[in-house]
Structure formats: structure tokens, C-alpha cells
């Protein structure tokens, strides 16, 4: 079946604008995340959504990030104002559940650009 | 706070020569420990998981186990397409549903 997919896979921008930036989890899965990937340090988680909840949104690091998960499927993260600082591989993974025993299946990320 | 420590950061290895990358770990409470592959401008692909010391599960040619307070991912007779950066991630009851990622072990298998 299809997994994880994410658009755009290369995303340059410039200092100031705003991104938006799209995940498709596998069908059926009711848990969503996004994570940061930046040069040289692990994955660094940002949120999650499960199901109908309200998103845990604990790693979002600044108030220019916010997320949205419509339908209980497709999710946009947006960074309003980009910074240099926001230049990461963006990526996204979805599991059955968010019990610890469903594993997180990634995409294949989205690489953003802050010129 | 949670804390995953990966080493070696880099490895290169002959075909053939078996090695062990290791993943240590600091958490309050360990529900399960993931080991991914990243192959360059692709996301993690799952390996394997672990709940509780003493577990292994194995895959072709790699190998993982779990103490109370570190994983090994055991790599036997290696062929070049086992490179990639392994990751090891840690899923704990202080982190809710996220994961808690090490940096990785970049792994080049040369002929």
C-alpha cells in the first residue's frame, strides 16, 4: 500500500515568507507527527495529532510555527516569517495509534530552504 | 529529561567485517526502543523494536538487543548496501506518544 507522502520534497524561500508544508499519512492511521531534521542533530520532534484530540503541540519552537490536521488525514505545517534558523528536512510519520507498541512509519521528507 | 546517545558517529567497515553500533539510553521510563535506516534525502525507514532487557530480534544481516540501559545493532559480514545512518529512538512514559531520536551512526561498507 502507499505510505507516507509529503509535497514539496524541495522547498526554497526567502527570509520573511511564509511556508506551507504537506503530509499525507498511511490510510487508517489516526496518529500524525512531524519532526525537524537539521544538519547534524537527530530528529527533533514538533507535534502530533490523535484522532479527534487536541494536538500535543510541546515541540514547536516558536509561536511562527503551527500545524493543522483536517478530515483526520492530510496535515499542513506552516512557519510564518521563515528565519535562516528554519533550514531543515522536514518530516512527517504516521502510526495506527499512539501506543508505544505501533511503530511510526516516516515520509520521505520536505527539504526547506531559507535564503 | 530523556537523553539517547549514539557512537560510533561514523563507521567504515570492509564487506565482510562484522561490527556493532551502539545506542545508549537516560529515560524515565522506557515503553520501546526503535532502530530506523536513513539513506541520503530519504526518511527513516523501521528496522526493528524492543520493549524489555533481554529481547533481540534479528533481520538478514543485522541484529539488535536491549539491556536496561543500552541497544547494539549487531551487523554481520556487511555488504555496501548496508550503508546508510542508523538511528535509534526511544519511545518513554515521560514523552507521550513522540520520539525521543540519538543522532545517528553513519555506516560506509566499502569492497
Known amino acids: 500500500g502507499a505510505g507516507v507522502s509529503q509535497s514539496p520534497s524541495n522547498k526554497v524561500t526567502e527570509k520573511g515568507k511564509d511556508v506551507e508544508l504537506r503530509c499525507d499519512p498511511i490510510s487508517g492511521h489516526t496518529a500524525l507527527y512531524w519532526y525537524r531534521q537539521s544538519l547534524g542533530q537527530g530528529l527533533e520532534f514538533l507535534i502530533y495529532?490523535?484522532?479527534?484530540?487536541?494536538?500535543?503541540k510541546s515541540g514547536l519552537p516558536s509561536d511562527r510555527f503551527s500545524a493543522e490536521r483536517t478530515g483526520g488525514s492530510v496535515s499542513t505545517l506552516t512557519i510564518q516569517r521563515t528565519q535562516q534558523e528554519d533550514s531543515a528536512v522536514y518530516l512527517c510519520a504516521s502510526s495506527l495509534t499512539t501506543k508505544s507498541t505501533d511503530t511510526q512509519y516516516f515520509g520521505p521528507g520536505t527539504r526547506l530552504t531559507v535564503l | 529529561e530523556d537523553q539517547v546517545t549514539q557512537s560510533p558517529e561514523a563507521l567504515r567497515l570492509q564487506e565482510g567485517e562484522s561490527s556493532s553500533l551502539n545506542c545508549s539510553y537516560t529515560?524515565?521510563?522506557?515503553?520501546?526502543l526503535f532502530w530506523y535506516r536513513q539513506d541520503p534525502g530519504k526518511g527513516p525507514e523501521f528496522l526493528f523494536t524492543l520493549y524489555s532487557a533481554g529481547e533481540e530480534k534479528e533481520k538478514e544481516r543485522l541484529k539488535a538487543t536491549l539491556t536496561k540501559k543500552e541497544s547494539f545493532l549487531h551487523i554481520t559480514a556487511p555488504k555496501p548496501e548496508d550503508s546508510a545512518t542508523y538511528l535509534c529512538a526511544v519511545h518513554t512514559t515521560g514523552t507521550a506518544s513522540k520520539l525521543t531520536f540519538g543522532t545517528g551512526t553513519r555506516l560506509q561498507v566499502t569492497l
Open positions: 529515560v524515565s521510563g522506557l515503553r520501546g
Open positions: 495529532f490523535q484522532g479527534n484530540s487536541a494536538p500535543d
